[in-house]
């Protein structure tokens, strides 16, 4: 067909044409699935758990300490006695289901059923971080956003400044402020990123490496869960 120049008969064959060869060349396929980039859990990770075998643990808590006094010679003691409290810890359930079939648990080339467990994994610790922070504490956990908290601070004007930062932080006892942290929403992170004090240093250090940024020495850490305006 060359030779005679019959161009009918001297098409080209075709990897990229199924009937003209592509038939002939099977796929390329890699046995895994190219997984997304989740979140990380903010809070858990920073957290004492407790693990617990029924649906409810009660913990002795410490209420009040004692009082000592300086005491002269012969002079009787003053008694001082610690007092307690309890705090009632209860489970709540958090579930996932995945159906799947016989024929594809035993021929799927990517091991299916460690990839579902994975991304379970991942979002059962995304819903755990949310519900820490916003839980209503109703067949769910109790979120920071419930609680009272005293040691709480109004901005002085329209407009976020350093001193807002170093006096939110001055609220917190001392005995706090070595293990404390900063979380805050990204909206927030931009905007104490541009924070600088009355000698035009910035209050935001970026973290080395796999390091979190700090502010007043205090990691930071991003939890978009928190609304913008805190």
Do not use: C
Not at 47 to 68: L, N, Q, Y
Request: net charge neutral.
């Amino acid at each position: 067909a060359v030779v005679f120049d019959d161009k009918a008969t001297a098409k080209a064959l075709s990897e990229g044409t199924s009937a003209d060869g592509g038939y002939l060349v099977p796929n390329e396929f890699r046995a895994s699935v190219l997984e997304k980039l989740y979140k990380e859990a903010v809070i858990r990770p920073r957290t004492t758990v407790i693990p617990m075998t029924r649906d409810k643990m009660e913990v002795p808590a410490e209420s009040g300490g004692v009082t000592v006094y300086w005491t002269g010679e012969n002079t009787a003691f003053t008694e001082s006695n610690p007092t307690f409290a309890q705090v009632v810890l209860n489970t709540n359930k958090l579930t996932g289901l995945s159906k799947m079939s016989r024929e594809l648990f035993a021929d799927a080339t990517v091991n299916i059923v460690d990839y579902v467990a994975r991304v379970f994994a991942r979002t059962f610790a995304l819903e755990e971080d949310k519900k820490f922070m916003t839980g209503t504490g109703t067949g769910e956990p109790k979120g920071l956003r419930q609680y009272t908290i005293s040691q709480a601070l109004a901005q002085a004007g329209a407009n976020l400044t350093s001193d807002d930062v170093i006096k939110l932080f001055y609220t917190l006892p001392v005995q706090y402020r070595s293990r404390a942290v900063f979380i805050m929403h990204n909206y927030i992170v931009k905007l104490v990123r541009l924070l600088k004090d009355s000698q035009g240093r910035y209050l935001w250090t970026d973290g080395l490496n796999d390091a979190p940024a700090t502010i007043l020495g205090r990691p930071v850490l991003e939890q978009n869960d928190i609304p913008i305006n805190l």
